[in-house]
């Protein structure tokens, strides 16, 4: 299912509007916005999952003492991990501090170069807030870094194809959990009495998904049902 196929369900389900008619645009914003509420719903309550965990590699130029972090860049957590090459051979794991011990690390080394050993993450100064990295002291030379860690929820878009955001979230969850989410989250939007059932179902769906994945036990058909037997006739 992409974010298109969730729309047209969740507007078919309550029968707004044929999902088809070219006149649908106005509700399906409304809709695409609150799937998008549950979509980050449920991303922030499966917090570590393994599908939010990504690698890639960043460059701190020599001079400098700090470097451009992703832009999906949400955090490294318990399991991220910062890694500097010196060479091939040699791979040093940087250690995370606070953004007030790199600011007195920054202070006291001053205009040195060296090898970074120390690094904090925080925004840039700027309208964009970038996040970065911010490292003891300036590099010595330009190093490329591994790093491992957790992306933001991704946006959703009305799009029929693989490119609507919703790809990033494994596919058995799709129905299971992210069709109940954003059904709970269009029907309080439009008043609909039913919302405070849908929106137990949902958090239901989304505690027997965690349980499942910390497990290592994927059981869909009981993250499907939710523990409602209102779920049954879906």
């Known amino acids: 299912m992409n974010a298109y196929a969730l729309n047209s369900k969740v507007l078919t389900f309550f029968g707004s509007v044929d999902p088809t008619d070219a006149n649908s645009t106005a509700l399906r914003a409304v809709a695409l916005d609150r799937a998008q509420e549950a979509h980050d719903e449920f991303w922030m309550f499966m917090d570590g999952a393994d599908f939010q965990r990504k690698t890639t590699t960043i460059t701190v130029t020599s001079g400098n003492n700090y470097a451009d972090l992703p832009s999906d860049f949400m955090k490294f957590g318990d399991r991220g991990q910062l890694v500097l090459r010196v060479s091939d051979s040699d791979r040093r794991a940087l250690e995370p501090l606070t953004d007030i011990e790199i600011f007195q690390y920054q202070e006291s080394n001053g205009s040195s170069t060296g090898i970074p050993q120390f690094y904090c993450v925080m925004l840039q100064q700027g309208s964009d807030y970038t996040p970065l990295v911010q490292f003891d002291i300036k590099a010595n030379a330009t190093y490329t870094l591994s790093l491992l860690y957790f992306k933001v929820p991704p946006t959703l878009t009305d799009t029929n194809d ?8 494994p ?26 059932q849908f929106e137990s179902d949902f958090k239901m769906a989304m505690a027997n998904a965690k349980a ?6 994927e059981a869909p058909e009981r993250i499907l049902r939710g523990g409602a037997a209102s779920w049954e006739m879906w």
Do not use: C
């Open 171 to 196: 596919v058995e969850y799709h129905s299971a959990v992210m069709f109940k989410g954003a059904l709970a989250k269009y029907s309080r939007h439009i008043g609909d009495a039913r919302w405070p």
């Open 212 to 217: 499942s994945r910390a497990s290592g036990q």
């Open 162 to 169: 693989n490119t609507s955001g919703l790809q990033f979230t």
